[in-house]
């Protein structure tokens, strides 16, 4: 049996075809007891609404915009080159993708941009967040002009947005901890961590989460209070040639944040045994840490993956449809031994061949 057309819910509804078309793609302009004879009609023809015909008569147009954090985070910079693969792919499909830039943990500067938004015609924003009530009232302001808001890598405040796209960051850092209680076996040892805020969602939750399980588990570990470190790595450097002097007895450094470099850097200065060392995130300085034994474990959270995601959940709410079923997106975890090709590796061998 052929699935109803448009057509078909026009004669039902005892409307004409234009009006039925006015109502099922909420062009307005309709009387509310036509609306009503048109949603009577859908419903009883099970008639499904083809999303990428009315986009194609619309000349629809997907105009995204993704507020990423500002400056040379390694990680950040490999969403930016995501993002623009990502776009540049689906730009036939008449999707567009601008990338601002708002300043790292800085609440202020994210409540700024996002005002700034209101004013702009998007469909469709990703946002790394923050945790603030002063971001509420521009993401209820964006939401009510029609804006989809998903929050990507970090959350925003959840009741302000539509979908989350990244890992299970209690997951994650639960994970670290596993790994570290591993490494000590059954012996006692103190941990220091470092975080970049606590205004982001993700590194306080993968602190939390890390805690719990040292606490639960590994008892015999103490984690000291974290080092605050803004994701800078001249601020890791510091800090960790600072700690690694004073606190000899640390077993093991976890980074829940960005600005790595400095941390490696610090540790390959170390005459005597390295702590066990566990960081977030596979870019180039941390693949090359990993290969040259100055730290011992990477989660990475397939960057992506989450983009390529942020894309799909943008477009589906942005056409009313339902979120497609996407599985949890679980970190990934490296060690020496499981690395995967180096694409930068790859093109420059391709370059010379």
Known sequence: MPSPTLSDVAQAAGV???TADRVINNRGNVAAKSIAKVNEAVAALGYVRNVAAANLSRKRV???AFLIPKGSNAFFNRIRDQIARVADHQSAERVTAEIIEVSAF???SLEDSLCELVHQDLDGVAIVGLQSERLEKPLAALREK?????GLVSD??????SAYIGIDNIVAGRTAARMVGMAHADSAGVVQTFVGSTDAHDHVERLQGFCEVIAKDYPQITVRDPIMTKDDPAVLLAQTRALLSQEPDTSALYNVGAGNSGLVQAIGAIQSNRPFCVVHELVAHSRKALQEGLIDLVIDQRPDVEISRAFTVLRALIDERDLPPLADLMPTIYVQDNLPADPLTDMMRAQAT
């Open 106 to 108: 800085a609440v202020a």
């Open 62 to 64: 997907y105009r995204l």
């Open 146 to 150: 029609g804006v989809a808001v998903i």
């Open 156 to 161: 925003l405040p959840q009741g302000f947005r």
């Open 16 to 18: 004409s075809y234009a």
